[in-house]
């Protein structure tokens, strides 16, 4: 078109891609990692990939089972680990954090969903996650039977991204632990944490603005940096419970997240029950760091951190040999639950 003997072009179309969606690329994608989230899947998956619900068979022993379901997420630890290339982690991580919050319950974990969201939409790194998360999914029996990937340019800044696992699973109705046969004089059992997991990476990241040399800082005598105990994965607890759930009788467990011990802790134990708890088990080198190097009050660090404990059992003393549990799951706590005072 002439304007003025000056020729003006119109304005190209818009397009969904030009805007920031690539559909295709997602289409693509699910089409690399296919055969991976495949290779989760046992006879009793009925629909899964490419299915706009996944679809899970239960055995006709489970049909009197209670189901149960948990969502999480693995928070700014995505930002740690973009920093150090180490996105595999947060793959592995989100799976073993749904798991310990359904066995928590007594549950078996049967199948897990996944969201991953992000700016513009990475191939490589959606695929990290994924395979991650697959390869943590077949280490539990446990169905990769669908998710999303979303790509939204206007949400999320540019090279971050967000991870959110959904895992159902199931418990025998009688064996659905809930914590409310919790009485005084019970034992509570300790079960080591490798890190900080999953929780408390917003304040962890503060105090590494103020110190952001010591990322490669040597924490103990075996050479490990606190980038590498950062990045430690969220240990996965569902085999030895599970294990421990056939063999003995347990009341309670807390899965030590957000909060830390004392308010998860304070989840499962019914009215007329309290705990008092001294923090004399050996503490992963990383808390003390953090607590110097950011000048954390105890409360502060109670507060936030699993402070070395990430799950902790709940039985009558009868129920719960310490022998055993130490032998098999390494309990590093022994306390007593009380009567408030």
């Known amino acids: 078109m002439e304007s003025g003997g000056a020729r003006v072009d119109p304005p190209p179309g818009l397009s969904y891609r030009a805007a920031g969606v690539d559909v295709q690329a997602k289409e693509r994608l699910l089409a690399r990692m296919a055969s991976s989230i495949r290779a989760t899947h046992s006879p009793r998956v009925l629909a899964g990939v490419g299915a706009f619900a996944g679809a899970l068979a239960l055995l006709p022993s489970e049909r009197d089972a209670v189901l149960l379901a948990t969502t999480d997420g693995v928070g700014t630890k995505t930002l740690l680990a973009r920093r150090l290339g ?8 989100i799976v073993a954090h749904c798991a310990n919050d359904l066995v928590a319950q007594g ?4 199948a897990f969903l996944d969201y991953i969201a992000m700016s513009r939409l990475d191939d ?4 990290t996650l ?8 077949r280490a539990l029996d446990v169905a990769l039977l669908g998710g999303e990937t979303a790509e939204m340019p206007d949400v999320y800044a540019a090279n971050a991204y967000d991870v959110v696992g959904t895992m159902v699973g199931l418990a025998p109705a009688e064996g659905l632990i809930t914590g409310a046969r919790i009485r005084p004089g019970d034992r509570l059992l300790g079960l080591p944490s490798t890190g900080l997991h999953t929780n408390g990476y917003t304040l962890a990241r503060r105090v590494l603005e103020t110190a952001p040399a010591a990322l490669h800082a040597v924490l103990d005598d075996r050479g490990t940096t606190v980038a590498e105990a950062l990045m430690a994965p969220h240990r996965c607890y569902a085999p030895e419970v599970l294990g421990l759930l056939a063999a003995v009788r347990v009341r309670g467990i807390a899965h030590v997240t957000g909060g830390g011990l004392g308010a998860n802790l304070r989840r499962v134990l019914p009215e007329g029950c309290a705990a008092r708890l001294r ?3 050996p503490q992963p080198p990383v808390f003390g760091w953090l607590r110097r190097a950011g000048g954390l009050s105890e409360d502060e660090m109670a507060a936030t951190f699993n402070l070395g404990i990430g799950m902790v059992l709940v039985g009558a003393p009868p129920d719960l040999p310490v022998a055993l549990l130490a032998a098999i799951a390494g309990a590093l706590i022994h306390a007593a639950v009380r009567r408030p005072s």
């Open 86 to 93: 180490q996105d595999a982690v947060i793959g592995r991580d």
């Open 107 to 110: 549950a078996r974990p049967l």
């Open 124 to 127: 490589d790194l959606v695929a």
């Open 130 to 137: 994924l395979a991650a998360m697959a390869e943590a999914c």
């Open 279 to 281: 923090r004399v088990w």
